[in-house]
T-cell receptor, first 115, second 111 residues
């Protein structure tokens, strides 16, 4: 079974530039999550999707961050414009969804460096 | 989600059992205890979870106290590849909520 796929693995941009991250969840997983992990900290939830619907985006900084999950499969997370403080690892995870045991499968993450 | 408390770091000799404690004194009745680990430069990996009974799988054992206010993750025969940050998380079971990670315990397996 293929795991969660993320791309790119690394991205370096200058501040004020836009950036996008892509995630392909495990086949059949209805729930998709984006987390951000700052250096030395645990991951923090940004947004959760049930199929194509964003059901929890309370921690997503909506002034510069946006996300979408068209057709309820792949997802993209965008930052525009990026700021120095956005440097972090962005993790995508998926799970089977409500009614299951909430075992989440994580991708390798995208390490973003904003200069 | 209830808050958990873990020691920031622990050492264990290779081949010995690694016992990682977690305090979750404010856990609610419908919340499970989950353990994940994160090896350097990788995403977190699910290890095990439980409600109130002890659980065991191919990776580890989870011991939950009778009052559910604390738990211990046991890696029975630690190897160098078990060096990682281990996160103890409490979350409602049966749902799909986002997980609230703390800083975890950095477990270092010594050769």
């Amino acid at each position: 079974e293929a795991g969660v796929v993320q791309s790119p693995r690394y991205k370096i941009i200058e501040k004020k530039q836009p950036v996008a991250f892509w995630c392909n969840p495990i086949s059949g997983h209805n729930t998709l999550y984006w987390y951000r992990q700052n250096l030395g900290q645990g991951p923090e939830l940004l947004i959760r999707y049930e199929n194509e619907e964003a059901v929890d985006d309370s921690q997503l900084p909506k002034d510069r961050f946006s996300a979408e999950r068209l057709k309820g499969v792949d997802s993209t997370l965008k930052i525009q414009p990026a700021e120095l403080g956005d440097s972090a690892v962005y993790l995508c995870a998926s799970s089977k969804g409500p009614g299951n045991q909430n075992e989440q499968f994580f991708g390798p993450g995208t390490r973003l460096t904003v200069l | 989600d209830a808050k958990t408390t873990q020691p920031p770091s622990m050492d264990c000799a290779e081949g010995r059992a690694a016992n990682l404690p977690c305090n979750h004194s404010t856990i609610s009745g419908n919340e499970y205890v989950y353990w994940y680990r994160q090896i350097h430069s990788q995403g977190p990996q699910y290890i095990i979870h439980g409600l109130k009974n002890n659980e065991t799988n191919e990776m580890a054992s989870l011991i939950i106290t009778e009052d559910r206010k604390s738990s211990t993750l046991i890696l029975p025969h630690a190897t160098l590849r078990d060096t990682a940050v281990y996160y103890c998380i409490v979350s409602p079971g049966g749902g799909a909520d986002g997980l609230t990670f703390g800083k975890g315990t950095h477990l270092i397996i010594q050769p």
